[in-house]
């Protein structure tokens, strides 16, 4: 007897303006773009730190959010459900572990990208991992003038990591949609956990950035003149939270001035003038603006500068 899934839920960080409604978690956006591109049914269920059940507040989630939980219950051969008492919880906290699970265990469901080989998929999940572009934005926002220079470097390093991804990818310098051809995601492939995990992300640097730092979202598009060629290392060999590497690898795999490629795909994936039709899958997904995401990091105590 096979068992059924039921009462999906993503529990999630509230927005701050107290409607009640999903807040600016990158992560949780994430783990609900990969549930939607799974074609699984789900609710978003916004909690504040008071309002978390006692399942949510044990070991070994201690809280943790966002949260996927739903009951599995036996299921007969004519497809009825099984008794209330044989219901089971199951919960997973973490959205790289959220996102593995849906893959791995709800639905075996291939999409997008993931009808790609084994190692191209493999390779995916190498990229989530190491990314590392939102903890150098995160750590941009909350600096002071003793580190600001050091993790505006840190923060370029991870563009020019990306626009190397997408050199690798042959990603095109052009947006698709100028040229009359499809929207690309990050992968040959289609779409994939890469673009779940990093459009979230981008987004909230887009929203935000200017508001706190007087930084233009489009600077980061552009490849620091006083970086010199002769001093850089390759942005990939550069660890994720290491700031010295990432300050060394400024510019991508070509000589461009601008990060065309990363720029063609934030237009795809988020528009922003380039009409790709990338965006209709992440905006599909979005439950919160740039006014909300601007007061999260306000009410996190980030002050402009």
Not at 25 to 49: N, Q, W
Not at 66 to 88: I, V
Not at 165 to 185: F, H, K, N, V, W
Not at 188 to 202: A, E
């Amino acid at each position: 007897m096979s068992r059924r899934q039921q009462q999906v839920q993503l529990y999630c960080k509230p927005n701050v303006s107290g409607s009640g409604s999903v807040g600016d978690c990158p992560f949780t956006h994430t783990a609900g773009m990969r549930l939607r591109a799974k074609e699984i049914d789900f609710t978003y269920v916004p909690c504040s730190k008071e309002q978390k059940p006692d399942w949510l507040l044990a070991p070994p989630h201690n809280g943790t959010m966002p949260c996927l939980t739903y009951f599995t219950c036996s299921s007969g051969t004519d497809g009825s459900e099984g008794e209330e008492d044989d219901r089971e919880r199951v919960v997973i906290s973490d959205s790289v572990l959220i996102c593995k699970h849906i893959d791995e265990v709800m639905t075996t469901e291939q999409i997008g990208g993931d009808k790609c080989s084994p190692a191209l998929h493999e390779e995916a999940w190498n990229i989530v991992d190491n990314l590392g572009f939102f903890r150098a934005f995160a750590m941009f926002m909350k600096s002071d003038p003793s580190n600001r220079a050091e993790r505006k470097a840190a923060l370029h390093g991870r563009c020019a990591y990306l626009e190397s991804l997408l050199e690798q990818q042959d990603y095109p310098c052009i947006c698709p949609s100028a040229i009359g051809s499809s929207p690309r995601y990050f992968l040959k492939r289609g779409f994939s956990q890469v673009d779940c995990t990093l459009c979230p992300q981008l987004f909230m640097c887009q929203a935000v950035l200017e508001h706190f730092t007087g930084e233009s979202f489009q600077s980061l598009l552009v490849v620091p003149p006083a970086v010199s060629p002769a001093t850089e290392d390759s942005p990939s060999s550069a660890a994720p939270g290491d700031v010295a590497g990432d300050a060394a690898g400024y510019s991508s795999l070509t000589p461009l001035t601008e990060r065309a490629r990363l720029k063609c795909y934030i237009m795809c994936m988020l528009g922003g003038g380039g009409g790709g039709g990338g965006e209709e899958v992440f905006s599909s997904t979005l439950k919160y603006d740039a006014a909300s995401a601007i007061a999260g990091w306000a009410a996190a105590g980030v002050e402009p500068f």
